[in-house]
T-cell receptor, first 114, second 111 residues
Framework: DGGITQSPKYLFRKEGQNVTLSCEQNLNHDAMYWYRQDPGQGLRLIYYSQIVNDFQKGDIAEGYSVSREKKESFPLTVTSAQKNPTAFYLC?????????????FGPGTRLTVT | KNQVEQSPQSLIILEGKNCTLQCNYTVSPFSNLRWYKQDTGRGPVSLTIMTFSENTKSNGRYTATLDADTKQSSLHITASQLSDSASYICVVEGSNYKLTFGKGTLLTVNP
């Protein structure tokens, strides 16, 4: 999983509660990303950060928030405003601008909200 | 609209057989095309990355081809193994590092 850790692997929450998913990388990558994966769909970008203290909304940012206080860490908070939070969440990192700037993915966190 | 279409959606083959997965894209401008392997419940792992000027790239038993004129790519798996059972995702990078993901092809290799 390329030096990226996500915790926990499985997370269960009651509807109406905020929950924070952890993502840490030791690859010294500047860029970090959060994706959501639903059955039968391609990965969708939630938020990304190209540098510390800066982040941008992706295609489906509503109901989510992030912070990037350290290069190694990019936590994602799923708020109660997210209508369908149950999904598989993937964190990734990369060195932006490289021709071979492939993304390294973490192992994922499966969030179930009931 | 940038799109990446993969076919087939799912495929079942016997161990030892070869198979080819297809990817068509409409992403423009084009920067590179990537194939990832994703085991169930795990994060995707990169197999190959090809730029505009590359039309074939191999990684062990995996060989990817790219035809930038027709905007098509294929991933050929040779002498399949049970461990090849996974979802294979085609990803195209366009401008500003933006990635467009296909929905994946679910490959099952049976003994």
């Amino acid at each position: 999983d390329g030096g990226i850790t996500q915790s926990p692997k499985y997370l269960f929450r009651k509807e109406g509660q905020n929950v924070t998913l952890s993502c840490e990388q030791n690859l010294n990558h500047d860029a970090m990303y959060w994706y959501r994966q639903d059955p039968g769909q391609g990965l969708r970008l939630i938020y990304y950060s190209q540098i510390v203290n800066d982040f941008q909304k992706g295609d489906i940012a509503e109901g989510y928030s992030v912070s990037r206080e350290k290069k190694e860490s990019f936590p994602l908070t799923v708020t109660s405003a997210q209508k369908n939070p149950t999904a598989f969440y993937l964190c990734a990192s990369s060195i932006p601008g490289q021709v071979s700037g492939k993304q390294y993915f973490g192992p994922g966190t499966r969030l179930t909200v009931t | 609209k940038n799109q990446v279409e993969q076919s087939p959606q799912s495929l079942i083959i016997l161990e030892g057989k070869n198979c080819t997965l297809q990817c068509n894209y409409t992403v423009s401008p084009f920067s590179n095309l990537r194939w990832y392997k994703q085991d169930t419940g795990r994060g995707p792992v990169s197999l190959t990355i090809m730029t505009f000027s590359e039309n074939t790239k191999s990684n062990g038993r995996y060989t990817a081809t790219l035809d930038a004129d027709t905007k098509q790519s294929s991933l050929h798996i040779t002498a399949s193994q049970l461990s090849d059972s996974a979802s294979y995702i085609c990803v195209v990078e366009g401008s500003n590092y933006k990635l467009t993901f296909g929905k994946g092809t679910l490959l099952t290799v049976n003994p």
